[in-house]
């Protein structure tokens, strides 16, 4: 497959220099940071949904399985709207997409804040999805713009923006939320009024310097795969992140549950386990991106999972401490897996970062959702702790690493 020299243009409209005028800013640190700290606003908004879901099924007498449902509502708007949005943007330059992205999530706070019923609850979550959906792929575009070549840095500081907010929303919404009920979730609107001032001052420096940059990131990127090569890697990754995204799904929609039934924790208490775990998640993420840069992605991605089946098999039969002293090593190792995954794949194919980035965090959120839905489904049926025994074979699927082609190696013309 060859890529037109055209693909490695910038999607970034003309600013008042001109692209001879322009030069390249190397590793944007402050650029870079506050596309994380976007992150970290927006998906401290996104964990903040399930985190109410205990105090929604109480509230408005749910099922797991409507549980599952809210959930899914939320990843496929999310998910299904993702690639499009990158492979437009890729074409059609949209800087300020990603601060009327945000504006759309805060609608969908407000909804979700006010809703009364459960057919509300899913509109407010598929408005909150869309939100997501336009964020996502245009912040890691300007990630990828800011890295000066190196991308797993990059990357990952952007995906630890958000895995720190996934870690802080469930703690925050143990404080704020379930101590004054469903309209306190209103206060999580301030957040997402940050999210757009940043990401107003992101969009003014991609207009100014986003050219020059792109120029400058296509020099370093690589030739990608073959057709067959890339074939191959989508199929492979697909059963990675299938592993992956339905595994996090069961702690990150379940877990809580999970602990109330087997320990009987409280609500709040569970939630602080739930903290534990997603706080591993964001402190294990950096790791990822330049180890990466140095050894190869595939060498993340094995050591991710493999290193963390033996703490996911054990998982189920540990007691309370046991419990919360496995779910740290689970999300430091699992957490590397993601940044070097979307690396690969825009390795693979160069000069389409907006469309590999929202098909990768599409799939996440499209994986994430199908796999909470059906959980759900299961836990009804089966309940909740055979769900855990169930889900904790998955990071085996890691085996399929063996069959990624390696990116490091110049394709043949």
């Known amino acids: 497959m060859t890529t037109d020299a055209s693909t490695l243009e910038p999607a970034t409209a003309p600013s008042s220099d001109t692209p001879g005028t322009q030069k390249t800013q190397g590793f944007v640190l402050r650029i870079v940071g506050a ?47 993702q690639p499009w949005v990158g492979l437009y943007t890729d074409k059609h330059p949209k800087p300020y997409l990603l601060p009327c992205g945000m504006a759309i999530t805060l609608v969908g706070i407000a909804l979700l804040a006010t809703a009364g019923s459960y057919p509300m609850l899913l509109l407010a979550s598929a408005v909150v999805g869309v939100g997501s959906a336009t964020f996502h792929p245009e912040a890691s575009r300007v990630a990828r713009m800011a890295s000066g070549g190196r991308f797993g840095t990059a990357q990952s500081t952007f995906q630890v923006g958000g895995n720190t907010g996934s870690a ?31 990401l107003f001052r992101i969009t003014n420096w991609t207009l100014q310097h986003g050219h020059a940059q792109m120029k400058g990131v296509a020099r370093k990127a690589g030739e990608g795969l073959t057709r067959a090569g890339m074939i191959q890697a989508v199929a492979v990754i697909c059963v990675l992140m299938f592993a992956k995204f339905v595994y996090i799904a069961a702690i990150t929609n379940y877990f ?111 994986i994430g959702g199908i796999g909470a839905a059906g959980l759900g489904q299961l836990a009804d049926a089966r309940g909740i702790v055979w769900v855990f025994h169930l889900t904790s074979f998955l990071p085996l699927l890691g085996l399929a690493t063996a069959f990624l082609p390696d990116t490091r190696k110049p394709r043949a013309h």
């Not at 908004?45 to 099922?63: E, R």
């Not at 469903?182 to 206060?187: E, G, K, N």
């Not at 390795?347 to 389409?352: D, H, I, K, L, T």
């Open 168 to 198: 802080i929303g469930p703690l925050l919404t143990a404080l704020i939320v379930i101590p004054h009920g469903q309209p306190a979730i209103a206060w999580f609107i301030v957040a997402a009024i940050a999210a757009i001032f940043v």
């Open 35 to 81: 596309a994380a700290f976007a992150h970290l606003l927006n998906d401290l908004i996104q964990a903040m949904l399930p985190a109410v879901f205990p105090m929604l099924k109480t509230q408005f007498a749910l099922s797991f399985a409507q549980i599952g449902m809210i959930a899914l509502t939320y990843q496929a708007t999310a998910s299904l709207l």
């Open 256 to 366: 809580t549950f999970y602990l109330i039934q087997r320990f009987h924790l409280s609500v709040q208490d569970s939630q602080l386990y739930l903290f534990i775990f997603l706080a591993a998640v964001a402190a294990g993420t950096f790791a990822g991106g330049p180890v990466g840069d140095r050894i190869g992605r595939k060498a993340v991605i094995w050591i991710s999972f493999l290193g963390v089946a033996p703490f996911a098999l054990a998982l189920p039969y540990a007691n309370l401490f046991w419990t919360a002293a496995l779910a740290i090593p689970i999300g430091l190792v699992m957490s590397s897996a993601f940044a070097a995954l979307v690396v690969y794949a825009q390795e693979a194919v160069p000069g389409r970062v907006g469309m590999v980035s929202g098909m990768m965090f599409g799939l996440m959120f499209g």
